[in-house]
């Protein structure tokens, strides 16, 4: 028996070092260097910084996110309904083909094609002139606050409703039949039928759309230049141009906090 | 026993291999090490690797990239202080910014090289002495020469403006027509607002020379309100090749770029031949790239060898002018001969010898530099 608890630990011993080494390490790290001076000591001087230059995209950070994550919520809730109450059987196939295909791209590579996808003379806009849907002095470009969710939304949308259509395609149809039965539309068997039952799956896919989306640094440096930006951004310039560590592990350390909080809430979910 | 055999075969296959390895390690596998965009990669790779491995057969050139802007010169101090206490380290020859140089000289992680180089002797220029107020010489060699113009498009600009007060007014009166990167998206933009600094307040020449004093950043706030209101006017783009990008599609008339990104594009067919360039006054800053040789660079002689081909007229001539369009690192009366005249006016259109000499900035001192960042930071995006 004690020998079966030694291969245990021995079974785990690789990932446990690497998770010790490649994440516990430089998380603590990094915490660590945010409360410390240049010379070394304790301050808090690095969190005053980070809060005098950044507040402004500490909290843009979280809009853009907040946003991106509810109309990934409806894109992906309006994905998995269709595929799972959908009546036109190609229309089915057709979306359950194509929905995926984000789900292939990094961010980098989604950031680049959206740079010169939703330019003010971009591809989009020029196909709309060329339709004669716009006329050349109306187009506006996205590449701002904007082009950041739409690329986030079109970049997480496949990820979760991945999920989500999986959890609904897994329900009881019955109790979908009973409600059609009972005259029900598909729009209310969507949201008073299929949503409340696959609610876990919807909010775990949330949570971690939320977290990878905070960590993104690609997407706000090539869509949009201007001013407030993502906290990723400000990282890199703290770090590229001031070697300056100690504000960039500040806005480290807030960012943890707002990805812990969504953590808290996956765990809680878990649990129960 | 059977698979014991089969074992003990693989295992003496392994061994084999072990024991060759030793005979291919004989060659030098040089580590040059590069910061910037990917050209600076490609160049190293394509251009300089197979010409020394020709000259120098028993060496392997290896190129790797840390990326582009500051940050990738900062990786590679990084990776210097890491290994400062071996006695071998595993760098080669590297490629930095200026605003690095200083700092790597100061800490004793480079070799003083440039005496026993031939071509040490063809650099006389004021880059290859001064980094951003600390003095290099010896440890330096310029490998290129770039500068930050500004580009505009001749089919919208008739006159395009002379001056930084020429420049706010056009950009008012053309409200989003003029476009720059900010200072998070690259050095072009950091450049302008630099520029800016230079145009707005009498401090110039105090911030390209020094003496540091902290506190003449109070003086700025004139200059800096003048640039939020100026930036109420003008489109931020994402990148120095997000304004490249935008002028090309015509979305900006003008915004600032490097000159050689600027022809190298032209050349490759991504912005239309008829885009021209202005130097605007009183100037814009310029930086080279230096070659430079760690202190204790395991292949010492392979790399002086390797900087030697590199900053040698004729590689300058090719690969630096007339390939990549940048201005040569070594002093240009050396290059110019090697070079037809066509080849070597095509990089002098728009901005003259003259105009470059009187109008072409370094950038401030350290100090100053983050300075400016910091100030711009607070006081335009606040």
């Avoid at chain 1, 853009?64 to 009546?87: N, R, W």
């Avoid at chain 2, 760098?91 to 070799?111: F, N, P, S, T, Y």
């Avoid at chain 2, 707005?200 to 902290?214: E, F, I, R, S, V």
């Amino acid at each position: 028996m004690q020998d079966r608890g030694r291969l245990g630990v021995l079974l785990v011993a690789p990932a446990l070092a690497a998770v010790l080494v490649l994440f516990i390490y430089p998380l603590g790290y990094s915490l660590v260097t945010a409360f410390q001076a240049k010379g070394g000591g304790f301050t808090l001087g690095n969190f005053a910084k980070a809060f005098e230059f950044y507040s402004v995209d500490i909290g843009f950070t979280l809009v853009i996110i907040v946003v991106s994550t509810l109309l990934i919520a409806l894109a992906s809730v309006a994905i998995g309904g269709y595929l799972t109450l959908g009546e036109n059987p190609l229309a089915v196939a057709v979306l359950r083909w194509l929905y995926r295909w984000p789900l292939f791209i990094p961010f980098v590579v989604a950031a680049q094609c959206m740079r010169t996808f939703l330019a003010k003379n971009g591809l989009m806009n020029n196909t709309f002139v060329s339709l004669g849907i716009l006329d050349v002095d109306q187009t506006i470009g996205f590449l701002d606050w904007r082009g950041i969710i739409i690329t986030f939304v079109w970049k997480q949308t496949p990820f979760v409703a991945l999920l989500v259509a999986g959890a609904m395609a897994s329900l009881d149809r019955s109790t979908i039949e009973a409600a059609r039965n009972l005259g029900a539309g598909r729009l209310r068997i969507l949201f008073e039928i299929l949503v409340p039952q696959v609610m876990p799956t919807l909010v775990v896919g949330l949570i971690l759309s939320f977290v990878t989306m905070m960590s993104v640094l690609s997407v706000p440096l090539m869509i949009s230049g201007e001013s407030p930006t993502m906290m990723t951004v400000d990282m890199a310039f703290r770090i590229n141009n001031y070697g300056d560590y100690g504000t960039a592990n500040a806005l480290g350390f807030i960012s943890y906090l707002m990805t812990a909080t969504c953590a808290w809430f996956y765990l809680k979910r878990q649990i129960r | 026993m059977k698979r014991n055999l089969a074992l003990l075969a693989s295992f003496s296959l392994v061994c084999a291999a072990l024991t060759a390895a030793p005979a291919i390690a004989q060659q030098t596998t040089l580590n040059v090490v590069t910061a910037g965009d990917q050209n600076m990669v490609d160049y190293i790779k394509d251009f300089l690797a197979p010409r020394f491995e020709k000259t120098n057969p028993k060496a392997v050139v290896k190129a790797v990239g840390t990326g582009p802007g500051d940050g990738g010169s900062q990786k590679i101090a990084e990776k210097l202080q890491a290994q400062k206490g071996n006695a071998a380290w595993d760098v080669d020859v590297a490629v930095i910014h200026q605003k690095m140089a200083g700092d790597l000289v100061r800490e004793g992680l480079l070799a003083p090289y440039v005496r026993d180089v031939s071509t040490g002797r063809l650099v006389t220029s004021e880059a290859s002495k001064n980094a951003l107020g600390t003095n290099v010489q010896g440890y330096v060699i310029p490998m290129f020469q770039s500068q930050i113009a500004i580009a505009y498009n001749p089919a919208l600009v008739k006159n395009p403006p002379k001056s930084y007060e020429e420049l706010a007014a056009w950009a008012k009166a053309n409200p989003r027509k003029f476009g720059y990167n900010g200072i998070k998206g690259g050095m072009s933009g950091v450049g302008f607002v630099v520029g800016w600094v230079y145009a707005n307040t009498p401090d110039g020449d105090k911030l390209m020379k020094g003496p540091y004093d902290a506190n003449t950043k109070a003086n700025w706030d004139g200059a800096l309100g003048k640039l939020k209101e100026f930036n109420r006017s003008v489109v931020i783009t994402p990148g120095n090749a997000g304004t490249l990008d935008m002028l090309n599609r015509g979305e900006i008339a003008m915004g600032p770029v490097w000159v050689d990104m600027f022809y190298t594009w032209i050349a490759d067919g991504k912005l239309p031949p008829n885009m021209r360039l202005q130097l605007i006054g009183p100037g814009l800053p310029g930086q080279p790239m230096y070659y430079v040789i760690p202190a204790k660079a395991a292949n010492m002689e392979a790399a002086k060898k390797f900087v030697e081909m590199a900053t040698s007229p004729a590689v300058q001539a090719e690969g630096i002018v007339k390939k990549f369009n940048w201005y040569p690192g070594i002093d240009a009366q050396h290059v110019k001969s090697q070079l037809d005249d066509k080849t070597w006016n095509k990089l002098f259109v728009d901005v003259t010898p003259q105009e470059l000499a009187s109008k072409g900035k370094v950038f401030p001192i350290k100090p100053y530099f983050d300075d400016i960042l910091e100030s711009y930071e607070r006081k335009v995006l606040n």
